[in-house]
T-cell receptor, first 114, second 110 residues
C-alpha cells in the first residue's frame, strides 16, 4: 500500500527552537507538499517541491523553509519557532501526471510551540 | 486564484438518510477534483478522485459528480451510518497545486 509517513504525530517545542518536520513517501512521486491546517482557515499551502533540490513557495511561506535532498524525503524547517506556528502540519505527495492520479496525504503532525 | 467553497460548514443527519455534500469552485480549468475524509486529529484519506474529463466516480456507498462548466461537485453518501461522521473536504487540482474548501463537518445521529 502506498504511503506518506510523517515522522512525528505530536511535537512540543519551545519558542525560538529550530524545528524539523520530516516526510517520506514510498511511491516514487515527483511532487511533495507541506500544508498547515488551522480551524476556520482550512488547509494552506506552505511550500512544495516538484523535483530533488527544487522548491516553490506556496501561499504562506513566511517563517518556514524546506529541504529536498532525496526524491522520497521532504523536510519542513521552522528556523525559529513561534507560538503562531502552533498548528497541524500535513505532508502530501503526487505524481507529475496532470491529474490522472490524486494526492496522498500523511497522518499529520500536531505541533505545539510554547 | 482558485476559490473552493463548501456549504454548510456543519450538518447533522439521522442514520439511514442519504448525505449530499456540495462543493463549488471558481476556475473551471482544473485537472481533477478529489474528495477527502478527515477524522478528528488525523490526516486526510482520499475517498474519490474525478479527472477533469469524467462526470462522476463511484465507490461503494459513495458517488461524486463533477460539472466543470458550472464549477460544482457533489458527494453523495447513501444510507449514512454513524461511522460516516467526519469532516469531508473537497480539493480542486490544477497546475500541480490543490485548492481546498474548508470542509463539511458531518454528524450522523444513531
Amino acid at each position: 500500500d502506498v504511503k506518506v509517513t510523517q515522522s512525528s504525530r505530536y511535537l512540543v517545542k519551545r519558542t525560538g527552537e529550530k524545528v524539523f518536520l520530516e516526510c517520506v513517501q514510498d511511491m516514487d512521486h515527483e511532487n511533495m507538499f507541506w500544508y498547515r491546517q488551522d480551524p476556520g482557515l482550512g488547509l494552506r499551502l506552505i511550500y512544495f517541491s516538484y523535483d530533488v533540490k527544487m522548491k516553490e513557495k506556496g501561499d504562506i511561506p513566511e517563517g518556514y523553509s524546506v529541504s529536498r535532498e532525496k526524491k522520497e524525503r521532504f523536510s519542513l524547517i521552522l528556523e525559529s519557532a513561534s507560538t503562531n506556528q502552533t498548528s497541524m502540519y500535513l505532508c502530501a505527495s503526487s505524481l507529475w501526471d496532470r491529474g490522472q492520479y490524486g494526492y496522498t496525504f500523511g497522518s499529520g503532525t500536531r505541533l505545539t510551540v510554547v | 486564484k482558485q476559490e473552493v467553497t463548501q456549504i454548510p460548514a456543519a450538518l447533522s443527519v439521522p442514520e439511514g438518510e442519504n448525505l449530499v455534500l456540495n462543493c463549488s469552485f471558481t476556475d473551471s480549468a482544473i485537472y481533477n477534483l478529489q474528495w477527502f475524509r478527515q477524522d478528528p486529529g488525523k490526516g486526510l484519506t482520499s475517498l474519490l478522485l474525478i479527472q477533469s474529463s469524467q462526470r462522476e466516480q463511484t465507490s461503494g456507498r459513495l458517488n461524486a459528480s463533477l460539472d466543470k462548466s458550472s464549477g460544482r461537485s457533489t458527494l453523495y453518501i447513501a444510507a449514512s451510518q454513524p461511522g460516516d461522521s467526519a469532516t469531508y473536504l473537497c480539493a480542486v487540482g490544477g497546475n500541480n497545486r490543490l485548492a481546498f474548501g474548508k470542509g463539511n463537518q458531518v454528524v450522523v445521529i444513531p
